[in-house]
């Protein structure tokens, strides 16, 4: 299988760290990296069950959302999304949910309290079709992981560490399943999630894996003046375009620590572009908004 590995030069940004990044990110025109890997099985599973509408749930800048929005629209499913908020109810959209307006999907927003116990918000809304195929936030399920054990190739055994960002941990949970005995992977934690680890131990039967938190420095979907500066000094240097929620936070926290000598993980490093284009458009809107001249780079994605 071709192989979508990039030789990253970083001399200036980060000294003698030497990168390769998977270009995930390139692997589908409208559903961005790891969100095609963990929905392809659920589609096949979807459409060989006859399901005709699928339903899931995440938050106004989800990656996710727009992701089953343009499967749906592709594949001919049906889709609705419960979005998390009822603020956002009669404002007008982020570029993320007009995204999945614009693919055909049905948006129901319910309050945070609500949106905790997905079973109490699904049986808030009314939809036509009483059995959608339902994927949980995030999409990752057993199907999903399936789908992410499939991002490595046989070229890749040479690398002893991967580095992916995570946020649910369905990605890094079939990157888990499908690495070498000598191969080690760091998980770059963007949210706060307490059940995180205890949920990536479900789906893995190895234990050659950490997480090391970015959350705290840079709260998820927060965009400091310092990483724009750096999104866009990656941009120059490389012409890679980093996502602002998952993969700048995980190149950024990587980098500082191979700077300060607390990187305590090999050289040898495979890092996953996990794509996320989608939100940078809501980001530079935000931002505009906020009064702020600072702009993400932008992506032709
Ligand atoms: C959703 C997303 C992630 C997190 O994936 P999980 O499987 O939920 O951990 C990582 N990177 C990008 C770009 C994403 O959109």
Redesign the pocket.
Known sequence: MESNNQHLRLQEIAGDLEIVLKREDLIHPDI????WR?LKYNLQYAKANSYKTLLTYGGAYS??LAAVAAAGYQYGFTTHGIVRGDELEGQSLNPTLQYCKQMGMALHFVSRSLYKDKEQALSTVVIKDKNPYIIPQ???NTL?IKG?REILTTTDKTFDTLA?????????AGLIESTQEHQHIVGFQVVKDIEIRSRIRTFVKNNRWSLVPTHKEIGFAKTPKSLIDFAHSIANHTGVVL?P???APMLWHLIKKWKENTWNFGNRLLVIH???HRSIKGINQRLAAQGSLLRWPCSSF
């Open positions: 961005s990296g790891n969100k963990k990656n996710h995030g999409g990752t999903a992410c992916v960002a995570v946020g649910t941990g369905g990605t890094m996502d929620l998952y993969t996990t794509g996320g």
